[in-house]
């Protein structure tokens, strides 16, 4: 594709991201539906989660492309999805294509990673009638992450450093990033009951994605990473039988955050638990697909900065927006090279999910 044509898959904004995604449905003559968010967009806009089905409605293959998960990461996975469309009708037998896009439109418009409700959706879809998952270690560094004043005195600085030294790298990242309970400001908040995107997407799998036997779903991020590298991170509990399948059908650099392997962490309640239980029908291999963007410090830090941006509030409208475009900087890198490469990898990963689910099947 030239790079006029990828430039054009990329959006400044959700408004123009949700325009081109239902623009390259309508080309296609697929019908968009929407489930409206009845709360405004950063500019006054329509919020929703739009659904395209592009395919045969009994078809038994399924391919679930999902976008903005984590609202601002929605950048990516939007331009993959309007591309896709793009491609033309689905090149495989008895396979259809469901896209939803903005899962977290309030999150995408006003450049969040949370929803409205300051909930971390990957760490919502747990059992709420069960005791709530406990992070214990968040609740000793909840305050030094969002401390009253933004930047951070060096001391804060020190005591974080320090603890980082004292736990070791990837259980400080664990600490932050694995889902907390407790503190409803804070950081990776999972909530106290099902977010309204939690609600609506187990209503579109029950709407679209009752009908098929095999689901291959590919849920896109960013942020975590090397830049512009997509990481393909296994997302299935099952580490045995999927996990070869996933490796047949996404190549054998498939990594895992059980084992591992990947840059990113285990987390309480991630969305694929909710494609679980509401498709118990289908045989499911689900991949995150995370695209690096800046150093971890950068993006750690942008977090902390938005997220006391939500806890503490700020008079100086300046700082406030300053402290909202690198946010959005931090998980959207708007260059030519970076574009390219998530285009290019998106492509591939949905081109291989389609031949994936065309592979007989060993189990
Ligand atoms: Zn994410």
């Not at 033309?88 to 999150?107: F, M, R, S």
């Not at 909840?142 to 974080?160: F, G, M, T």
């Not at 406030?320 to 260059?335: E, G, L, M, T, V």
Request: aromatic residues 8%; negative net charge.
């Amino acid at each position: 594709m030239p790079l006029h044509d990828i430039r054009a898959l990329f959006s400044r904004n959700y408004a123009e991201a949700r325009q081109k995604f239902r623009s390259a449905a309508a080309l296609r003559g697929l019908p968009a539906e929407s489930f409206v968010l009845p709360l405004a967009g950063a500019v006054g806009e329509t919020l929703a989660t739009d659904v395209v089905f592009d395919g045969p409605r009994d078809a038994h293959n399924l391919v679930i492309l999902i976008s903005g998960v984590h609202g601002v990461e929605g950048y990516c996975g939007s331009a993959i999805q309007t591309g896709v469309l793009g491609l033309g009708p689905v090149p495989a037998p008895d396979t259809a294509v469901l896209h939803i896009h903005a899962v977290n439109p309030y999150g995408f418009s006003h450049s969040r990673r949370a929803t409205h409700e300051n909930i971390d959706l990957n760490r919502n879809f747990v059992d709420f009638s069960a005791p709530l998952p406990v992070n214990g270690p968040y609740a000793e560094i909840h305050d030094l992450l969002l401390p009253p004043a933004w930047p951070p005195s060096d001391e804060n600085e020190a005591r974080l450093a320090a603890l980082r030294a004292q736990w070791g790298v990837r259980a400080f990242q664990r600490a932050c990033g694995l889902g907390q309970y407790a503190f409803d400001d804070g950081l990776h908040y999972g909530g106290q009951a099902p977010a309204w995107s939690n609600t609506t997407f187990r209503q579109i799998l029950r709407k679209y994605a009752q009908q098929c036997r095999h689901i291959g779903s590919v849920d896109v991020h960013t942020g975590l990473g090397p830049y512009g590298v997509g990481e393909r991170i296994f997302a299935c509990p099952d580490e045995t039988v999927a996990l070869a399948r996933a490796r047949r059908w996404w190549g054998n650099d498939i990594t895992s955050v059980s084992t591992g392997t990947s840059t990113s962490i285990p987390m309480t309640g991630p969305i694929q638990h909710g494609q679980l239980e509401e498709c118990p029908q289908a045989e499911q291999t689900n991949v995150c697909l995370e695209f690096g963007t800046h150093p971890v410090s950068v993006v750690l830090s942008a977090m902390r900065a938005e997220h006391w941006l939500h806890r503490h509030g700020s008079a100086d409208t300046r700082h406030a927006a300053a402290i909202r475009q690198a946010f959005k900087d931090a998980f959207y890198p708007q260059s030519d090279d970076w574009q390219a490469a998530i285009w290019a990898q998106g492509r591939e990963v949905f081109l291989q999910t389609v031949s994936g689910l065309q592979k007989p099947r060993r189990d």
